[in-house]
């Protein structure tokens, strides 16, 4: 296919240029690997950023993502939870910090307001005790899938050509210019090939990789960061330790658990992302000094996203971004470093370049053009409410008279599932579970995946043995620290599976 535009990798800014694009009237294409959000933009605690963490020691991303976080919630406040955020202090941090704290929030643009203990014990009632400063900022909670999943309708509904599991295999460069992307569609091994204008490079960790194809060599830094999922809201706030960014040093109410994080490491490739026994101890010892409560928690599951950051990797790179470009294959566009907030200005930013190149010159609009209506209000009842939070205007075409629960952690409805299953983008149960959070909850999918799968079968002809298998093999990764109740119940998962079901000693 001949397009103006092709972009590789369906993350958050991938997905961001090609609504952009298809937007200001570009004929584009968008091709991922794997699902949407197969990378770091899966892979992190779903914080909207309001700034804070970074107005210290990196003040340019405090300003991006306080410009972002207002825009975000703006366009898409159906996937965002204003739960506000708390930074709060200990005995034995630096007592000087949290002045230049204050000072930084507001040189960057960042709303930040002080509160006394009493106050913030008020606000938090799980915070420590302990707690000697503590400031009042705009962070809230952001579900990755659906801000992802609500760029990809967009685009497609503006006439952008999205396609998952698709495979980047090849490519061809003539005269110093990418003129032919090769392919693979994992849903039936056929090749394809793309004669791009200009090309798109948004792949992650992966960039390097994708560079490499056009003969270009890509710098860039890998460093993995480490989460936990705690069972239930430990916290109504964002909570964050206020000290330079660390290890363990935030907890963000996010659906029907907390995410602890994170850590960070170099990573030696993009599937560099195991969590380590030594982060998960690490995790938990930071989190409960600030939320003592997490002294007994139960960590349902662990997991790692692999950061591409300029500069390097580590704690001392900038969390901003840059476009990219060389001379070795001129029509490629690269995008390195940014944050999930700031995912729009980046899109908006290489978008703008690219139309440069083609000469088009209509201006951004998705600073403006709203991605889902607001979650509250209308006339809506609690069930509408829930389903417009977790899916925006998609939220209409899903069957509300079939109120059967098909996974009682997360309360997920058999028509959720029905309705995920009708689109040509779902070809495994995590593609499901990813857009309906069936499996995500407490049991990790021992209640819901076989009647999961059962509406699979039906409706995709999937092989039913293989395709449970993948699921739970995937589902696995995050259980291998397991300990307590939930190695228990993880221990009785396998025996079900293997016992009744006879699906061998790796299920």
Known sequence: MRKEVLVIGGGATGAGVVRDLALRGADCVLLEMGDYCHGASGGNHGLLHSGGRYAVKDPSSARECAEENSTLRRIA????????????????????????????????????????????????PGLSTDVTRCYRVPDGSVDPFALVQANVDDARANGATVLNHCRVTGMEVDGGRVVRVDYVNNRNGESGHVFPELMVNT???????????????????????????????????????????????????????????????????PEDSGVSE???????????????????????????????????????????????????????????????????????????????????R?????????????????????????????????????????????????QVLRSEVVHALGGEDVLTMADVM?????????????????????LMVRSKGVDPRQTLLEFLSEREKGLELASGDQLRQELLRRHVFQGVYRLGGGA
Request: hydrophobic share 35%.
């Open 77 to 124: 406040p159906f996937c965002i939870e204003d739960t506000g955020g708390l930074f709060a202090s200990l005995p034995g941090d630096d007592p000087e910090f949290g002045d230049r704290f204050e000072r930084a929030c507001r040189e960057t643009g960042v709303p930040v307001e002080e509160l006394s203990a009493q106050e913030a014990l008020a606000e938090e």
């Open 203 to 269: 792949a992650g960790a992966w960039a390097p990789q994708v560079a490499k194809m056009a003969g270009v060599h890509l710098a860039m830094g890998l460093d993995q960061g480490s989460m936990l999922v705690a069972d239930g809201r430990h916290c109504r706030h964002v909570v964050n330790r206020l000290r330079p960014p660390s290890n363990g040093d935030i907890a963000v109410p996010n659906h029907t658990s907390t995410i602890l994080g994170t850590t960070s490491r170099p990573a030696s490739s």
């Open 278 to 360: 030594a982060d998960q101890g690490l995790l938990l010892r930071e989190a409960s000094r600030m939320l003592p409560g997490l002294r007994t928690v139960r960590v349902i599951r662990s997991y790692g996203g692999v950061r591409p950051l300029l500069g390097g990797g580590g704690r001392e790179a900038s969390r901003s971004f840059a476009v990219l470009r060389d001379e070795g294959a001129e029509n490629m566009l690269t995008v390195s470093g940014g944050k999930l907030t700031t995912y729009r200005l980046m899109a908006e930013k290489v978008s703008d370049q690219a139309c440069r190149v083609l000469g088009i």
């Open 362 to 410: 209509a201006a951004c609009r998705t600073a403006s053009e709203p991605l889902g209506p607001p979650a509250e209000g209308g006339g809506m009842s609690i069930a509408e409410s829930r389903l417009t939070r977790k899916y925006g205007w998609r939220s209409r075409d899903i069957d509300t008279g079939d109120a059967r629960v098909i996974c009682s952690c997360e």
């Open 434 to 454: 990813r857009r309906t959070r069936a499996g995500m909850g407490y049991c990790q999918g021992m209640d819901c995946s076989l009647g999961v799968l059962e």
